[in-house]
């Protein structure tokens, strides 16, 4: 290694020394993506980090079998090497056109990335905190995956999507039963309504009452100034147990 390679080494790793959280977001299926995350995903783990999140997207069937075969397999090999995998798989997509495909993908990792590090990023009002986020994320089952989806809307809007809210999840999820973790986070403007915050708070309660007996549950309350009056955002981690 030549000293321009030492002189990169170095500064990835004083970028990575004294986070607690790394999030690594790769496209696999393209050389430069792929040549690099092994090597960030091992500095991550040498210099300390916490937790270490791998985000992935999944090449889309147009682009070729070769190219999707090779980027699964990437991917179970990296898993390993982090703590929770969250996949954007192209091929779910309903859109069209692979510029629309792309935009959703793109949506899709923000929305993920910014709900999960918010977990600890933002004030949370009752109960969650960085151990319950390394808890979730430790939480034994045979994958490293995580699941994930969000609804924003009112309280009588929420009271009706989170019946039978698990049919929102992946088609591995065949029923409730099969949720090993959730994390149920919900966030509204302005928490001085007693009448809404026991509304929103009946809201959490009926996510957990559909978790099995064996699945464990946490969930946070956090402040959103972003949000309309009277408008509730709503997001759920899960882990499967399969």
């Known amino acids: 290694m030549d000293r321009k390679d030492w002189a990169a080494v170095r500064t990835?790793?004083?970028?990575?020394?004294?986070?607690?959280?790394?999030?690594?977001?790769?496209?696999?299926g393209g050389?430069?993506?792929?040549?690099?995350?092994?090597?960030?995903?091992?500095?991550?783990?040498?210099?300390?980090n916490k937790a270490i999140i791998l985000v992935v997207t999944i090449p889309?069937?147009?682009?070729?079998?070769?190219?999707?075969?090779?980027?699964?397999?990437?991917l179970k090999a990296l898993e390993p090497m982090a703590d929770a995998l969250y996949t954007v798989d192209y091929d779910d997509s309903w859109y069209a056109t692979l510029t629309e495909v792309y935009q959703e993908a793109d949506r899709k990792i923000i929305e993920f990335t910014d709900s999960l590090l918010g977990m600890v990023l933002r004030r949370c009002m009752i109960t969650f905190d960085f151990n319950d986020f390394r808890t979730f994320l430790q939480f034994p089952t045979p994958s490293k995956h995580i699941d994930f989806f969000?609804?924003?809307g009112s309280l009588d809007f929420l009271r009706k999507e989170v019946k039978d809210w698990w049919k929102k999840l992946p088609a591995k999820y065949s029923s409730a039963d099969e949720v090993a973790m959730a994390v149920f986070s919900i966030e509204n403007a302005d928490w001085s309504d007693d009448k809404e915050t026991t509304e929103a708070m009946d809201v959490v309660h009926e996510c957990c009452l559909q978790l099995p007996p064996d699945?464990?549950?946490?969930?946070?309350?956090?402040?959103?100034?972003?949000?309309?009056?009277?408008?509730?955002?709503?997001?759920?981690?899960?882990?499967c147990k399969r």
């Open 12 to 28: 990835v790793e004083s970028v990575l020394r004294g986070r607690l959280v790394a999030v690594f977001v790769v496209c696999l």
């Open 31 to 48: 050389g430069t993506g792929e040549g690099c995350v092994r090597f960030f995903l091992q500095k991550a783990r040498e210099v300390g």
């Open 60 to 74: 889309h069937s147009s682009e070729g079998a070769e190219k999707r075969k090779n980027a699964l397999g990437l």
């Open 150 to 152: 969000m609804l924003v």
């Open 215 to 239: 699945a464990e549950g946490k969930w946070g309350i956090y402040p959103d100034e972003t949000l309309p009056p009277h408008q509730f955002r709503l997001r759920v981690f899960t882990k």
